[in-house]
């Protein structure tokens, strides 16, 4: 390979800036193209906010094939960033597994709450309800500690009580029947109730209550992502707020 060399002032300088620029090309072309690359991947990564698998491994080949001929990557990057694909594969695998597992369980609970419709069971709840038939309606709750005054309030739609109910002193699990009728004898409409404990200990310190309402569940609703009881009472309840599944009574 020969180069003419021009004689006349400037003219050798001019000559080997011209050679100098045509050994330099094809690098800065590489480093160029490595550079349209890079940014080509890095955009299309930029609209999902993710690096997925595919994009990560287009990423490493156009580094691969666009990397300065006098600067070529080292092995122990090279290693590095082959173990991180390796790594974001088997996250992904690991993420799509856990993600199976999770719509199976799903799948197993909705069936199991399915089985409670036709069972009467008791939910944490303050609402009670009544048929307008004279039955009354049971009160549940229970008492953290033992509780020298009870009195429960009994609260119609209209924020009024309707009936007061001073149970003295109870421990534990406690029940009583409200027989649907207000402080004056008066049997109260159909409707649903809401009910307030008020227990305090001998020295008149307030004792903790956890309220509980019992129904028949009628279905199982799956709105909101998650399991819910409808009660013939009216009342809808979480499942976890489930306390009990009450024995159905067999006919004879």
Same mark, same amino acid.
């Given at each position: 390979?020969?180069?003419?060399?021009?004689?006349?002032?400037?003219?050798?300088?001019?000559?080997?800036?011209?050679?100098?620029?045509?050994?330099?090309?094809?690098?800065?072309?590489?480093?160029?193209?490595?550079?349209?690359?890079?940014a080509?991947?890095?955009?299309?990564?930029?609209?999902?906010?993710?690096?997925g698998?595919?994009?990560?491994?287009?990423?490493?080949?156009?580094?691969?094939?666009n990397?300065?001929?006098?600067?070529?990557?080292?092995?122990?990057?090279?290693?590095?960033?082959?173990?991180?694909?390796?790594?974001?594969?088997?996250?992904?695998?690991?993420?799509?597994?856990l993600?199976?597992?999770?719509?199976?369980?799903?799948? !197993? /609970?909705n069936a199991?709450?399915?089985?409670?419709v036709?069972? /009467?069971? /008791?939910?944490?709840?303050?609402?009670?309800?009544?048929?307008?038939?004279?039955?009354?309606?049971?009160?549940?709750?229970?008492?953290?500690?033992?509780?020298?005054?009870?009195?429960?309030? !009994?609260?119609?739609?209209?924020?009024?009580?309707v009936?007061?109910?001073?149970?003295?002193?109870?421990s534990?699990?406690?029940?009583?029947?409200?027989?649907?009728?207000?402080?004056?004898?008066?049997?109260?409409?159909?409707?649903?109730?809401?009910?307030?404990?008020?227990?305090?200990t001998?020295?008149?310190?307030?004792?903790?209550?956890?309220?509980?309402?019992?129904?028949?569940?009628t279905a199982?609703?799956?709105?909101?992502?998650?399991?819910?009881?409808?009660?013939?009472?009216?009342?809808?309840?979480?499942?976890?707020?489930?306390?009990?599944v009450?024995?159905?009574?067999?006919?004879?």
């Amino acid at each position: 390979m020969g180069f003419g060399v021009a004689v006349s002032d400037g003219g050798i300088e001019k000559g080997f800036a011209g050679i100098g620029f045509a050994l330099m090309a094809p690098m800065v072309d590489s480093v160029s193209s490595t550079t349209q690359a890079q940014a080509t991947t890095t955009g299309s990564l930029t609209g999902n906010n993710a690096l997925g698998k595919d994009a990560f491994l287009k990423l490493l080949v156009a580094q691969m094939s666009n990397q300065d001929p006098l600067k070529p990557m080292d092995d122990t990057q090279f290693v590095a960033q082959l173990a991180q694909f390796s790594g974001l594969e088997q996250q992904m695998q690991t993420n799509t597994l856990l993600q199976q597992l999770a719509t199976a369980q799903q799948g !197993i /609970t909705n069936a199991s709450n399915a089985g409670l419709v036709g069972k /009467t069971v /008791t939910v944490q709840g303050s609402t009670v309800s009544l048929d307008g038939q004279g039955l009354g309606s049971q009160v549940s709750f229970s008492l953290a500690q033992a509780a020298q005054s009870v009195k429960v309030s !009994i609260t119609d739609s209209g924020g009024n009580v309707v009936r007061t109910l001073n149970l003295g002193s109870k421990s534990g699990n406690v029940s009583e029947m409200w027989d649907g009728k207000n402080d004056s004898g008066t049997q109260q409409p159909a409707g649903s109730y809401t009910v307030s404990v008020d227990a305090k200990t001998t020295a008149g310190a307030s004792v903790s209550v956890s309220q509980e309402t019992t129904g028949l569940v009628t279905a199982v609703s799956y709105t909101g992502g998650y399991s819910s009881l409808v009660l013939d009472t009216g009342i809808t309840a979480p499942t976890s707020n489930l306390i009990r599944v009450n024995a159905t009574t067999q006919a004879k």
